[in-house]
């Protein structure tokens, strides 16, 4: 029997480059010396991307279920029967639809163990919002299929990772959603995230304030003193070794981020904007603390670009070796755990990294 691990890939909205990242992705006959991958859509949808974006001849192999998946070759579930309209470009309720068949099946094939991970394309959150799904993104609505009390939304890269307290909340929600124990359950899930993930034996994380300057000795807030700094009071009382809290903008201006194994943003584009301008080609979206491991490319839907065969695949195909690697991380250290061994590890995380572990 083959150790190739089969990656499901959800198609996100079909207006978008979704397909065209996954096409141009899979394209490379060497991804499937890693990996089975299967796409869950339609093979009609996929070759209006190919034609509209030129990527010449490629296609899959159609199956029914996850379990016929061929090795050495894309698979592709068609998930629904119907033709469906595409309109690049376009925010409709097509593209959320069809989004969400997709999403729907690859994760009912997750959870039941039938793949051994998801990479999601980029969905619109706002065309997505259905009856069945009323989320703010793909980590919510995995959270609750997963049934974790608390899953972080985590962006990595080879010299950079960033995770978050608050996700996709109004801004003016902030002050009011941060806690202390919500910040040490976040600096407790990088931290297992690193160890179980990434095989980092004794990360280092790095806490970022909320205010201003860290709000200057509470000149320009409350937050730092009251709630973040007993925060990692707490977690480092537990064994956990962290820093803070550092005011954001000289933290990453001075590169003092390249002294951690992670940084705990207080918001989303706290910790994004930083971590966007320094990785977006290559940076990957990882939701940590799943029972299951999903990661998805850093980028969202680019209408602007969408049918123009201009959109760069690198964080989809990072996204997908990282969804490999993490799975056989998680797999080695339950096995040596299992064997009450205690081995170290190396830390591989990007497809570069991992070329020797083809077989
Ligand atoms: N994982 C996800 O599902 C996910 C992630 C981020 C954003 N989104 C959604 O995507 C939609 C559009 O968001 P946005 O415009 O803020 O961000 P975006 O990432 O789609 O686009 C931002 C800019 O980056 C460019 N870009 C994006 N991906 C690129 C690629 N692979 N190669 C080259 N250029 C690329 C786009 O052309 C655009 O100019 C929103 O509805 C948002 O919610 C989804
Ligand atoms: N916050 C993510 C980003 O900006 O890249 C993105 O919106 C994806 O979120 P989900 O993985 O929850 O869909």
Redesign the pocket.
């Known amino acids: 029997m083959s150790n190739k691990l089969k990656i499901g890939i959800s198609i996100g909205d079909v207006n978008g480059i979704g397909l065209e990242v996954i096409i141009k992705t899979l394209s490379n006959p060497a991804i499937l010396n890693y990996c089975t991958p299967i796409v869950y859509g339609h093979t009609k949808v996929s070759s209006f991307h190919r034609k509209a974006n030129n990527l010449g001849d490629f296609s899959f192999n159609v199956i029914n279920h996850a379990n016929q998946a061929q090795l050495k070759k894309a698979n592709m579930i068609n998930c629904w029967e119907e033709d469906v309209k595409i309109e690049l470009g376009q925010v409709t309720e097509t593209g959320g639809k069809y989004a969400l068949l997709s999403l729907e099946r690859a994760t009912a094939d997750l959870v039941a163990g039938d793949i051994d991970a998801l990479v999601?394309a980029?969905?619109n959150?706002h065309n997505i919002q259905s009856e069945t799904f009323s989320f703010?993104?793909?980590?919510?609505?995995?959270q609750e299929k997963s049934g974790s009390k608390d899953v972080l939304?985590f962006?990595i890269s080879e010299n950079l990772r960033v995770g978050v307290v608050t996700?996709?909340i109004p801004v003016s929600f902030v002050p009011s959603s941060i806690s202390k124990e919500k910040i040490v359950n976040k600096i407790r899930l990088i931290n297992e995230s690193l160890k179980k993930d990434f095989w980092i034996e004794k990360p280092k994380i790095a806490v970022l304030g909320l205010n201003p300057h860290a709000s200057d000795n509470g000149l320009l807030g409350t937050e730092e003193a009251e709630i973040i700094a007993p925060a990692i009071q707490e977690a480092y009382d537990r064994g956990i070794v962290c820093f803070g809290p550092y005011p954001a903008d000289g933290f990453f201006g001075n590169g003092s981020y390249k002294k951690f194994d992670a940084v705990l943003a207080m918001y989303?584009d706290q910790g994004?904007i930083p971590f966007?301008t320094l990785a977006f080609h290559n940076g990957v979206?990882y939701?940590a603390g799943l029972n299951f491991v999903r990661t998805?490319p850093?980028?969202?839907t680019g209408y602007d670009i969408a049918g123009k065969n201009l959109a760069d695949s690198t964080s989809f195909t990072e996204a997908l070796f990282s969804a490999i690697h993490i799975v056989k991380n998680r797999r080695e250290q339950e096995e040596l755990l299992s064997n009450q061994l205690r081995g170290g590890g190396k830390v591989v995380e990007t497809q570069f990294d991992i070329k020797d572990d083809a077989s």
């Open positions: 999601t980029p969905i959150k703010p993104g793909h980590t919510e609505y995995l939304m962006l996700g996709h989303h994004l966007k979206n939701t998805s850093d980028h969202g």
